[in-house]
């Protein structure tokens, strides 16, 4: 009853924004990401029917306060799946940093929905996991079928699930991560979301969008899907700074990047930004522009690393487990 699973963290790229049922995590309207790889977050679980009580670690340190419960969410509703009450052990591991706004949640939770699953012996497709991940995070969804990915809004597990979108910019994609270290309270900016008076244009728009960004993405249509996913980027921060608690994510370091990414195209490159809720920024590019970008974002003195396409969430071999 022990399984290892591992996933990527998604870049939002047609981003979800509040939370209809803040239990279930079932998102307002529908949203795409693509995955980023190697990036990644590697999760061993053991069920243990002898053990009194749960154990979950996160790099090294006991999990406790609001991300336990988070997990332990997940965590009841694959003993409710399987069928039985043992407690848990859990140890996960992130490969880059975390809550500075490149999709930690996503993997994380992602990766512990498949080695539950896994380790309670359950047959579940990629989809149906899905719904498993969303319980800790809307946005794990979209890492268990990795790729592009769509979450499709819903009041149900049946029709609120992530399906794997077939693109051939899988290929070409290149991120250039801008990392801008600064914490953020993403569960936070959601629940407030629906408070801000640019909600409810955000969500009128948002069905176009959607269409618009699927289409791209099947004719592999580089610069239209880009230059939406930029444009949401604008879009979702308007909603998130004029919510009542005013959430301001973006650094100067942050607007330093999307200066240069201007400039960049300007210039004839094809380059585009996008940020999440965090500081950090995505600078999305073709291969062979990488160093042309990667360059001019570390003049600015801003670290960088390049990721490609992640695939979806896996498992790993018994000599990978991280315990």
Not at 18 to 36: A, K, Q
Not at 80 to 93: I, K, N, P, Q, T
Not at 238 to 244: H, I, L, Q, V
Not at 285 to 294: A, I, N, P, Q, S
């Amino acid at each position: 009853m022990k399984a290892t699973a591992r996933a990527h963290p998604i870049q939002g790229l047609v981003k979800y924004h509040g939370m209809r049922d803040p239990e279930l995590r079932l998102p307002y309207h529908d949203s795409i990401s693509v995955c980023t790889a190697p990036t990644n977050t590697t999760t061993t679980v053991e069920w243990q029917p002898d053990a009194s009580e749960d154990l979950l670690k996160i790099d090294g340190e006991v999990v406790d306060g609001r991300a336990a419960e988070r997990i332990e969410l997940v965590v009841d509703y694959v003993r409710e799946l399987a069928g039985f009450d043992h407690a848990v052990r859990f140890e996960s591991e992130n490969s880059f940093p975390s809550n500075i706004g490149f999709g930690s949640s996503s993997s994380g939770f992602a990766a512990a929905a498949l080695a539950l699953v896994e380790a309670a012996g359950l047959e579940m497709t990629h989809p149906a996991i899905s719904t498993v991940a969303r319980r800790g995070s809307s946005s794990a969804a979209r890492a268990v079928t990795g790729g592009f990915s769509h979450l499709y809004a819903g009041m149900n597990d049946e029709d609120c699930r992530s399906y794997r979108l077939e693109s051939d910019l899988e290929d070409e994609l290149r991120i250039v991560a801008a990392h801008v270290p600064a914490y953020k309270e993403t569960e936070e900016a959601h629940k407030e979301a629906a408070e801000s008076h640019m909600f409810s244009a955000r969500m009128a728009h948002i069905p176009t969008q959607i269409a618009d960004m699927r289409d791209a993405l099947r004719r592999a249509d580089f610069i239209d899907a880009f230059k939406l996913a930029e444009h949401d980027s604008l879009s979702l921060t308007a909603a998130t700074m004029t919510g009542p608690s005013g959430w301001v994510y973006w650094q100067p370091e942050t607007i330093a990047v999307f200066n240069a990414v201007r400039e960049l195209r300007e210039e004839g490159v094809e380059v585009y930004f996008s940020t999440d809720t965090g500081a950090s920024v995505y600078v999305n590019t073709r291969e062979e522009h990488v160093e042309t970008v990667r360059s001019r974002i570390d003049a600015i003195g801003i670290e960088t690393d390049v990721w490609e396409v992640g695939g979806p969430a896996h498992t790993l071999d018994a000599s990978e487990a991280l315990f």
